[in-house]
């Protein structure tokens, strides 16, 4: 795959180890006839670390040898996070202190959770891109506050703390986006 094609969420094999595509930037030539240089923030998905690979627009970049099963979240005991597959029901088992980003959004009904599945081993998952989370914890919304724009925090079931328009209420569900951490609309 060109370097100039890879988007967020793909799955590059660098230095041997299958990593995920997290952000992207682009730097353009000044000088006439120089290459587009494409940067990329990955994570290892192997060893949990963050890589930064720089390359030309041209190049390419070999794609890992990758599934992603739909996967349901069965229970946490403590040290480890369980998920079911939803189409042969077979189970992963993760580390739960390799999901503290992700767990801030995942509720046992969240539908769309992936497994990502390298060499016949779930080595992380992926979230979808928008979730669904019920208000726990916020100040209540008083008459005519939808006349501003102003925000106030609020507390989700997760703990998951997001700052939200101040017409909306305790007990309400809202969209979050899972990558901004940002209030989206109401559910």
Known sequence: MLAKDVKTGAILNYDGAPCIVQNISVQSPSAR??????????????????VD???KGTENLAEADFQRRDVKLMYVDGSE???????????YTLPTEDLVEESKYITEELEG??????????????????????????DPGVKGD???SRSKPATLETGLVVQVPEYISQGERIKVDT???AYLSRA
């Not at 006839?33 to 963050?50: D, H, M, P, S, V």
């Not at 369980?82 to 042969?88: G, I, N, P, V």
């Open 146 to 148: 939808s006349a501003t």
């Open 113 to 138: 959770i992936r497994a990502l599945i390298y060499n016949d081993a779930c080595v992380g998952i992926q979230l979808p891109a928008a979730v669904e989370l019920t208000i726990t914890q916020c």
């Open 81 to 91: 996070t369980h998920f079911l597959d939803q189409t042969d029901y077979n189970q």
């Open 53 to 55: 690979i720089k390359c």
């Open 33 to 50: 006839g120089a290459a587009t240089l494409y940067k990329f923030r990955a994570r290892n998905l192997i060893t949990k670390q963050k």
């Open 179 to 181: 990558r901004t951490n």
